[in-house]
């Protein structure tokens, strides 16, 4: 059974920085779609970014609303998943979710609650 972990929530205030892991046993995450999600109180989950491999390539997707301020990156160790929230603002306030696409089915953690404020 897949098992995704999340960390690195927390909170922080505007213009900081955090960076969210999200991990599982095996090397799953190198050969799938990795996402990270979010959904803020009273509003849908939406998606903040996508990684992919082909190859030797990474290919990387991002929502508008955090482009030139996040990025998602795969980890050396294969099982691991980062998301790097840089300049983030009051409106980034979300728990974050990690999504695994594989094999015609969705994975999902638990999330890890990300709050800015001063």
């Known amino acids: 059974q897949v098992q995704l972990v999340e960390s690195g929530g927390g909170l922080v205030q505007p213009g900081g920085s955090l960076r969210l892991s999200c991990a599982t046993s095996g090397s799953i995450l190198s050969n799938n779609v990795v996402g990270w999600y979010r959904q803020a109180p009273g509003k849908q989950r939406e998606l903040v970014a996508t990684?992919?491999?082909?190859?030797?390539?990474?290919?990387?997707n991002y929502a508008d609303s955090v482009k030139g301020r996040f990025t998602i990156s795969r980890g050396n160790a294969k099982n691991t998943v980062y998301l790097q929230m840089n300049s983030l603002k009051p409106e980034d306030t979300a728990i974050y979710y990690c999504n695994l696409a594989m094999a015609g089915s969705n994975y999902w953690g638990q999330g890890t609650q990300v709050t800015v404020s001063s």
């Open positions: 990684i992919r491999r082909d190859g030797m390539i990474n290919y990387v």
